[in-house]
């Protein structure tokens, strides 16, 4: 601003100025608001939205604990309808898949835990899907869909959950009684260090039964 004589010369020109530019400013100071006021809440309607999904997610686990089957069945269809995109609704799919197992309907738990493996962003919830359908195919006897699966993990994504494929890989080939590649299989789940006790008993069971087996004369 330039230096005026007089202080009734400094006032004018404020006057004038403030005249010019006073709508602008005022827009500018009611939107500033209307822009906080609304993130502030989209904020709160997000944290409500993630209690009410919490406490729905504790009700479904209350069930689940208590073998309600059919009530832990509807908690678990509800959460990701009503709170889509949130990580309950992908911990409800699992729950879900657990009470249609419970109650013997193997092809409905197939078919959820195929969707959390194809819907979850998160990688770790998609392990934990992507094994609990490997088990399921053992059970029911699809050996090779479940190695099929198995040949589609990237080892790089698959860190800390390498044991777990590899024991279930030696399962599904003692399974075919394809002993060798089971012996494999369990020896790569033990030196990653994060295989179980008993995937260490699978492996002394499967190298038992292959130094037992006959040699046979050419």
Not at 103 to 115: C, F, I, R
Not at 186 to 205: E, H, I, M, N, W
Request: hydrophobic residues 40%; without cysteine; glycine residues 6%.
């Amino acid at each position: 601003m330039a230096i005026y004589d007089t202080e009734e010369e400094q006032l004018e020109q404020l006057k004038k100025w403030w005249e010019a530019n006073q709508t602008s400013l005022i827009a500018g100071v009611v939107t500033a608001i209307v822009l906080v006021s609304g993130w502030n809440l989209w904020q709160n309607h997000q944290l409500d939205k993630r209690n009410q999904a919490s406490q729905m997610f504790q009700q479904l686990l209350e069930s689940a604990a208590k073998d309600n089957g059919e009530s832990t069945e509807k908690l678990a269809e509800r959460l990701p309808a009503e709170f889509p995109g949130t990580a309950y609704a992908n911990y409800a799919g699992l729950q879900q898949a657990k009470a249609k197992v419970q109650k013997g309907d193997l092809e409905g738990a197939k078919a959820v835990l195929e969707k959390e493996i194809k819907n979850t962003d998160s990688d770790e919830l998609r392990h934990v899907a992507r094994l609990r359908l490997i088990q399921l195919l053992l059970v029911t006897g699809k050996y090779e869909e479940g190695l099929q699966l198995i040949a589609q993990v990237d080892p790089a994504k698959s860190e800390g959950f390498s044991a777990s494929y590899d024991e279930l890989q030696g399962d599904l080939y003692v399974a075919l009684d394809r002993i060798d590649e089971a012996r494999s299989a369990y020896q790569s789940a033990v030196r990653t260090g994060q295989a179980t006790p008993l995937t260490q008993f699978k492996l002394d069971d499967v190298a038992t039964q292959t130094s037992a087996a006959p040699i046979t004369a050419n």
